[in-house]
Nanobody
């Protein structure tokens, strides 16, 4: 089993940056693909980015490609989402998730979820 705790959210102006962290616990963290999802008020949860167990492959939603970067450190059991050039439409609760299978944008494939961290981008 994997427990996930997100941090790093906050309020930032448009054009600014934030760095989200996801701290994991559990002996098998390095065998999980990891993903970030977000959910804005009144909207469904949507995929943001994912990274393979080794960190060698990444996958981004078109809406964040070129602005967000996902990375992981298996020794520290941490996943990072670096968010640059933030826009008001990036405002949402951001969730970290672990997937025992392959790299995917499907939320149904993820086995474990964190509680989320709020990101608010002002215009």
């Amino acid at each position: 089993q994997v427990q996930l705790v997100e941090s790093g959210g906050g309020l930032v102006q448009a054009g600014g940056s934030l760095r989200l962290s996801c701290a994991a616990s559990g002996r098998t963290f390095s065998s999980y693909a990891m993903g970030w999802f977000r959910q804005a008020p009144g909207k469904e949860r949507e995929f943001v980015a994912a990274i393979s167990w080794s960190g060698g492959s990444t996958y981004y939603a078109d809406s964040v490609k070129g602005r967000f970067t996902i990375s992981r450190d298996n020794a520290k059991m941490t996943v990072i989402l670096q968010m640059n050039s933030l826009k008001p439409e990036d405002t949402a609760v951001y969730y970290c998730a672990a997937n025992r299978g392959f790299l995917t944008k499907s939320s149904a494939a993820y086995d474990y979820w964190g509680q989320g961290t709020q990101v608010t981008v002002s215009s």
